[in-house]
């Protein structure tokens, strides 16, 4: 097995604090800087897994980086440099606390929601008579509250996100109109590979000066899911599952095994073999959402890699 990133524990100039999400941990260098490193932990039913997945966080944090490049004419982003595979620096942002979740297709939790009878998503209506997987006459945006440490996300509507106080009218209308433009150019960078981009999430954090950015990770397979375009209406009208690349598979191995991070559920024991499966499928989806073969870094030493790379970077 290959050697990953599980916790870490530098000591970068100036740094105040360090905060550690599921998947991601973030330190803080004199309220100015951010070092995001991806880890290769995996996250699910936000449950974070006992064991990591090899090259999980290299290939979050190049997509990621990939597609805040492909977007920044739309949306200014968070970031500096990325001066290792693992890492992103960028600056520091008050991050909003809702998480601006999109989707084009009825799929994943609208679907488990819409098979228990409901028809209302985080103040949104579905349309009634539509099947698993359909598409939506119009992308819907149904936010989320985003989850303290080991708390569940939890749905909200734009109504209760503004009247709580939890983001001001004028900047929600702002969130709203990015994650628009965002969903258009995602779903245009996924055509053009041959995949339909079917939901999404967005974060974003204001700056210093006021200024709305995107943060975090923008259309990776832990934030996004996709279905290959090509065999997509036969297999609908058919009533098939649709071939995906998103960390779908995974929740659906979890359910299988009886685990969705429901109080006195024991997570599934993962063998070598789904570990390498699941790194497998990471690696697929990294080649057809860029379109470029993905490159392994070297993990002989990785804890001195990501240090080495970002003392040089911010020796600069």
Known sequence: MSNTINNTAFNFPKQTYVYKGKVREVYNLNDEILVMIASDRLSAFDVVMPKQIPFKGQILNQIASK??????????????????????IGHMCTPFKVEMVIRGYMSGHAAREYKLGKRMLCGVSMPDGMCENDKFPEPI?????????????????????????????EDYEVLENYTKALFDRGTEIA??????LVDTKYEFGKTKDGKIVLIDEIHTPDSSRYFYNE?????????ETQKQLS?????????????????????PEMSDEKIKEISDRYIELYENITGETF??????????????????FLEK
């Open 231 to 239: 065999g997509y209406e036969e297999r609908q009208s058919k009533g």
């Open 67 to 88: 597609m805040m490049e492909a977007t920044k004419d739309i949306v200014p982003n968070w970031i500096i440099a990325i001066p290792d595979p693992n890492v992103a």
């Open 247 to 267: 960390k779908e598979f995974v929740r659906q191995w979890l359910i299988t095994n009886n685990f969705q991070g429901l109080e006195g559920q024991t997570v």
């Open 191 to 196: 055509a053009e590979r041959g995949l339909i």
């Open 141 to 169: 945006i149904t936010p989320a509250t985003k989850a303290e440490e080991g708390d569940h996300d939890e749905d909200i509507s734009k109504e209760a996100i503004i009247s709580k106080g939890i983001v001001s009218k």
């Open 295 to 312: 490159v392994k870094s070297d993990v002989s030493d990785i804890m001195n890699r990501i240090e080495k790379n970002v003392l040089a």
